[in-house]
């Protein structure tokens, strides 16, 4: 039986994309940080754990036309059509992260599907619009929220892009000193990063500090995605080694996918996964590729590609590592 599967499926499948008219860019209104509302609110804004994450969402929005005729690129974050295809993303990183830490995820302009089908720079361009709302937002999250304690920063797709960004070029040298780690789900990093951003460093283990988790999954190397040709860094979430050691599916606690009402269906003993050192990609087994492939993003995700499921695939080995990285911090910070 096909699993339900998170995040945005019935958005990234839906019909009425918009035109890709490239002459303007168009930008939805500035979000206000200090309001409320520009903040995906679950328990609220008021921490009551010892850890805080900042949660940036993936792509979640088609281009769309406003009342003009124009097609916008960017997500508005005053739409609650637009919203609530994202607030099914930002549910699955609270969930992932509710039991270790206060969850803060901004709304932002980030861009549409359709920026991602385009070329390297339009990419670029487009993107620099989006990571500004993404570095106010963190900026007002460290001035006040945060308070001081010790953090996670994760995002997926478009937010892990964002969650490598803040580290290269907006973190203080003691906002890092209270950096757990970094959860940059389905994207990639480049040897020209690693050797530029010298806080921009791969986890090599299960409970290291201060360090970036970032993984790609496959079924076969086939199926890799040419958006992340460049991509060097690489762990697997199941057994958290960086070789090829296999890690069979009695070791994965448990994939989780929610439905769109929030329920959810957990597989026990059933995806294994291995490291390919030289593609810089996990191999997973146990799905069927037919069950999770989507058409309409396949020119960069082809089937056997597994990057919408990048969290659920490992859901508890992840929820796990959390916890164990958290733990090891308070014990560092102990001595």
Not at 58 to 74: F, L
Not at 171 to 182: F, G
Not at 296 to 311: D, L, M, R
């Amino acid at each position: 039986m096909k699993k339900t599967i998170w995040i945005v499926l019935a958005a990234l499948t839906a019909a009425g994309c918009g035109s890709r008219d490239r002459n303007a860019d168009i930008l939805p209104e500035e979000p206000d940080y200090s309001r409320n509302d520009m903040w995906y609110m679950t328990d609220g804004m008021t921490p009551d754990k010892e850890a805080d994450v900042f949660y940036v969402t993936p792509t979640c929005v088609w281009s769309w036309q406003d009342s003009a005729g124009n097609t916008i690129y960017y997500m508005d974050v005053e739409n609650s059509q637009q919203r609530a295809a994202t607030d099914a993303s930002a549910m699955l990183g609270h969930e992932l992260f509710r039991k270790s830490c206060n969850f803060f995820s901004p709304y932002y302009r980030q861009i549409t599907m359709e920026c991602w089908f385009g070329t390297d720079e339009e990419i670029e361009r487009r993107y620099a619009e989006a990571h500004r709302d993404v570095v106010n937002a963190f900026r007002y999250y460290m001035e006040n929220i945060n308070g001081g304690r010790p953090f996670f920063l994760a995002g997926h797709s478009q937010g892990a892009k964002a969650v490598i960004r803040l580290i290269e070029e907006t973190l203080t040298e003691e906002e890092y000193s209270r950096l757990v780690a970094a959860y940059a789900f389905g994207y990639e990093i480049s040897r020209d990063e690693l050797d530029s951003y010298p806080l921009l460093k791969p986890a090599s283990g299960a409970r290291d500090l201060g360090v970036t988790v970032c993984y790609n999954s496959v079924s076969s190397p086939e199926a890799i995605s040419p958006a992340f040709k460049d991509n060097v860094v690489c762990i697997n979430p199941v057994n958290w080694k960086t070789d090829s050691t296999y890690a069979p599916a009695s070791e994965n606690r448990g994939s989780v996918f929610f439905g769109t009402e929030g329920q959810s269906d957990t597989l026990f003993n059933t995806v294994g996964a291995r490291l390919l050192p030289q593609e810089h990609v996990v191999q997973i087994d146990g799905l069927d590729d037919d069950e999770y492939f989507i058409p309409s993003i396949g020119s960069i995700f082809p089937k056997g590609n597994y990057h919408v499921q990048e969290i659920n695939l490992y859901f508890l080995n992840l929820q796990k590592n959390i916890a164990d990285r958290l733990d090891s911090y308070k014990k560092s910070s102990e001595k």
